[in-house]
């Protein structure tokens, strides 16, 4: 079945930092992959998406490649803040496990000032 | 504004006291689901439903029960809840193609 892995948190950075979240996942068929971002007290919100191999997701500053070679899907920002402090997690969707999404265990992020 | 609500946002219950957590959505989405959310494991999908009367198991099913009579609605029913089903719940909803899914802002549950 699909699964997702996600580097061991919680990561501390302090702000202006570089961030990489790593996200390696395991499917069949050809699965969309995801981040979800999730604030304090709130639900989970779409950060970025990526449908088909070597497509790049990005918003807000966040980048991540969708590379079927190496099965993975890292988040990077070259430059976080406190306001992105959160919990962030790796999912994918879609390929043969149709209606299904798997989440990674989530990695949390806190930024200093 | 496009929403996707839960109630109650917090329960405490007592081991076998039937319970039931709705969910609405106003998109009109034809994708709704039900997830929990326990430290260290991510999330887990526990049912799914593709549209009105049509649902399936997630990963997570035994001890829940879920009804899709309507296109908005999608209740979480727990006929007889258990300790180890004190979690985080969330709904979500997304159109056909499940591409981005929106969230309710969780239910926390507590069952002594």
């Known amino acids: 079945g699909n699964s997702v892995t996600q580097m061991e948190g919680p990561v501390t950075l302090s702000e202006e930092a570089f961030l990489t979240i790593n996200c390696t996942y395991t499917?069949?068929?050809?699965?969309?992959l995801f981040w979800y971002v999730q604030y304090p007290g709130e639900g989970l919100q779409l950060l970025l998406k990526?449908?088909?191999?070597?497509d790049k997701g990005s918003n807000k500053g966040f980048e991540a490649t969708y590379r079927k070679e190496t099965t993975s899907f890292h988040l990077e920002k070259g430059s976080v803040q406190v306001s992105d402090s959160a919990v962030y997690f790796c999912?994918?969707?879609?390929?043969?496990?149709?209606?299904?999404?798997?989440f990674g265990q989530g990695t949390i992020l806190t930024v200093h000032p | 504004e496009a929403q996707v609500t839960q109630n109650p946002r917090y329960l405490i219950t007592v081991t076998g006291k039937k319970l039931t957590v709705t969910c609405s959505q106003n998109?009109?989405?034809?994708?709704m689901s039900w997830y929990r959310q326990d430290p260290g494991l991510g999330l887990r999908q526990i049912y799914y439903?593709?549209?009105?009367?049509?649902?399936d198991k997630g990963d997570v099913p035994e001890g829940y029960k879920v009804s899709r009579k309507e296109k908005r609605n999608f209740p979480l029913i727990l006929e007889s809840p258990s300790p180890n089903q004190t979690s985080l719940y969330f709904c979500?909803?997304?159109?056909?193609?499940?591409?981005?899914?929106?969230f309710g802002p969780g239910t926390r549950l507590l069952v002594l």
């Open positions: 979500a909803s997304s159109l056909w193609d499940k591409e981005t899914q929106y």
């Open positions: 998109m009109n989405h034809e994708y």
């Open positions: 499917a069949t068929g050809y699965p969309s």
């Open positions: 439903s593709m549209n009105v009367e049509v649902t």
């Open positions: 999912a994918l969707g879609g390929g043969t496990s149709y209606g299904k999404l798997t």
């Open positions: 990526a449908t088909k191999a070597d």
